[in-house]
């Protein structure tokens, strides 16, 4: 086994370590800290179709960063091609970055269809009228 596939394999022993042992203990600050919600929590009174409005949105954001990111590395490997030798750039660059810009592309994707389906539920509502609103 090469050294770093060995520090690779050390390192993501240590992540599910860490995972498990805040499981374990739900209380402790790692498990607030790994746990916590990350991403826009619903404000008082704001409607269903504003959220997930600015749901997509974050989670665009998060796309378009790693979008970036990819640039910047393929840039750099313009500049310096012997990054391609390090297998850490490969994981980061090639597999790390793609996967979190393509997770967040989906969440935008996802919240964007469900904004499109309450805002056209609540136009359907508005038309309706308020005595037939409430029998939708």
Avoid: K
Avoid at 62 to 79: D, H, I, P, Y
């Amino acid at each position: 086994m090469t050294p770093e596939l060995l520090h690779i394999a050390t390192f993501w022993a240590v992540v599910v370590l860490a995972i498990r042992l805040a499981v374990c203990f739900p209380q402790s600050l790692l498990a607030r800290i790994l746990f916590s919600r990350h991403g826009p929590v619903r404000a008082r009174h704001e409607s269903q179709a504003d959220y997930f409005l600015r749901c997509a949105r974050f989670a665009g954001s998060w796309s378009m960063q790693a979008g970036c990111l990819f640039l910047v590395g393929w840039a750099v490997v313009q500049w310096d091609a012997s990054l391609l030798d390090s297998l850490y750039f490969l994981v980061l660059w090639a597999v790390v970055v793609p996967a979190v810009g393509s997770v967040a592309l989906l969440a935008a994707l996802f919240a964007t269809g469900r904004w499109l389906c309450v805002w056209r539920a609540d136009r359907e509502n508005s038309r309706a009228g308020p005595s037939r609103a409430g029998h939708a």
